[in-house]
């Protein structure tokens, strides 16, 4: 029980030097954290759609309780997050430009690009939103040469580009299966039966997702911690940090990204409880196996290409590969996206001192209210999430929805 | 040596991963055809007013059910490895 939460030494040391002194660091040390839990929180509610959109769409749970599921499992993930590891886009950048407003930079522009993609009903990582905000912070603080290209792509885009390929093998394959071994069996035992096998597999998506995802947060919040001098290099992560972020991800995911759910479970593919099924168990292993060989893999890429793969394994079933592809140019933009708010931050905060701090943290505030504002125009909520892809309620991802609403 | 795409992790995650994640569905299913009655059976209990004269009220032989209740076994089991995988990771 000893080695739980233990840290790696010498991460964050750059960061107290430059900071540790600092007046400002503990407002700036405060900022950080709660940064952090909002990118938390929004993370929770960006992926629910990634473990439960198959299960509410084929009714196999209802809307409520399919995010309430996922939220508990998230919480109980993230408990089990045993090694956190004190760093932010290790490998990715030179640890030596990662400074506290070069974090809040980055967390910046995750949280931006999140709740846009949000807005808009996309399923894009979060994971990349948050390693292209903390890439482009890092570029404005220390330029181009800060960042390591060969990592960037050897471990995130690389993956990024095999693991929907490798999610839509695996579960067409598995649907191809099952369709084929079903076929005796009576309707009713075949969607009662199903329903308990696709409640099961979305719930292993859901612990993994508490877990991983989780574990990104607290490890920003120890290295900033580490940076400020309250926890000593190589010591645990605070109980603290540990509850705190379990709680942020699973309340985000209680809440439900319905906009999001809406486009996974009714906008790619029409499915059934068997395909339900293989989307989700080839979800929990493709993420499973990968973080296990060491990958940290996004779980909406996978989710969504199995989702897809359970389309593809079934003959005659549409697979809307039109809503696919924009949603596959919305991953490509992700990381330069979320990069450009990251380094429109950073100048600002590193530029302005206190004030430039104040001014980004409102200007991100003003974005994502003003979204959610927005958002009440064409509202997506658990009554609404299953309505037919197309009708009024779709997201912008839906062509009768495109530029601008027609009055029909 | 090829340092952008480790091709031996790879062959592995698509590999398990197709035993994992397509096998087990599929086990799943098989568990289900076993310990499940063959479709006229399942209409003939079907609801109140539902018309079907063709089911004999046979259910399944208890080798049937004890192969099916294997195949869940080896499901509830693969699950547990994948919990176990999440704790130690």
Redesign the interface.
Known sequence: MNKRWTLPSGYGRNVLAEYGKDVNSDGLLALVVITALAFDFTNGFHDTGNAMATSIATRALPPKIAVALSGVLNLVGAFLSFSVAATIASGLVSSGSVTLTVVFAGLVGGITWNVATWFLGIPSSSSHALIGGVIGSTIAAAGFSAVKWHGLVSKVLLPALLSPVIAIGIAAIGTLMLLRLTRSIAERSRTRGFRIGQIGSASMVSLAHGTNDAQKTMGVITLALIAHGTVQPGAKAPDWVIISCALAISLGTYLGGWRIIRTLGKGLVEIDERQGMAAESASAATILLSSHFGYSLSTTHVATGSILGSGVGRRGAEVRWSVAGRMAIAWVVTLPAAGLVGAGAEALARGGGTAGLVVVAAAMMAICGGLFLASRKTPISSANVNDEWGSGTSSLLSPAAAPAPVAA | MN????WA??G???G???L???G???L???G??LV????T???AA?PVGTFDASGSSAGRGPVALAAGGFCFAVVLAA?GY??F???D?
């Open positions: 340092t952008w795409i480790n992790a790879l592995k995650i698509v398990i991963g197709l994992a994640g397509a087990l569905p599929a799943f299913a098989i289900l055809r499940t009655p063959s479709s059976v399942a209409a079907g699950l994948g919990i995988l999440i704790v990771h």
